[in-house]
């Protein structure tokens, strides 16, 4: 019997371009307002701040304060359009679970959140 050669190879980065992003629906990149309260035990004050992306499945936001992965959010995200003379605005609730959680500089945190209801208000 002969011996079981093992060869390690690096893996080998992809460029950026090449990289493909694994949502399965369009974000919308345009920020917009949103008020994040706890749901469970503790519920802690309301967090104010802007979302910078969402989807049919999450949206993501930065706030100030480091939430734990895996806890459960209820949002109020508001949707405004100017048609004219008249503003409109949609207000969406939605009841979500942190997925995850980046600290980025300057003592912000960077929330990735799971939509599992929504509903227009």
């Known amino acids: 019997m002969s011996p079981e050669i093992t060869t390690f ?5 992809h460029p950026l371009h090449a990289v493909k992003d694994r949502r399965g629906s369009a974000r919308i990149r ?7 309260r706890s749901v469970g ?3 802690g004050a309301d967090v104010t701040s802007v979302v910078d992306n969402i989807g049919a499945g999450g949206f993501y936001v ?4 480091r939430l734990e992965p895996g806890a459960r959010l209820a949002a109020l995200i508001k949707f405004a359009a100017d048609s004219g003379e008249a503003k409109r ?6 009841r ?21 209801q929504h509903k227009f208000v």
Do not use: Q
């Open 41 to 43: 035990g503790g519920h």
């Open 62 to 65: 930065r706030v100030l304060r």
């Open 30 to 36: 345009t920020p917009v307002p949103v008020r994040l």
């Open 89 to 94: 605005v949609a207000r969406l609730a939605v």
């Open 96 to 116: 979500g679970c942190v997925l995850r959680v980046e600290e980025l500089p300057g003592g912000v945190y960077g929330v990735a959140v799971k939509i599992c």
């Open 9 to 13: 190879r690096p893996r080998v980065a």
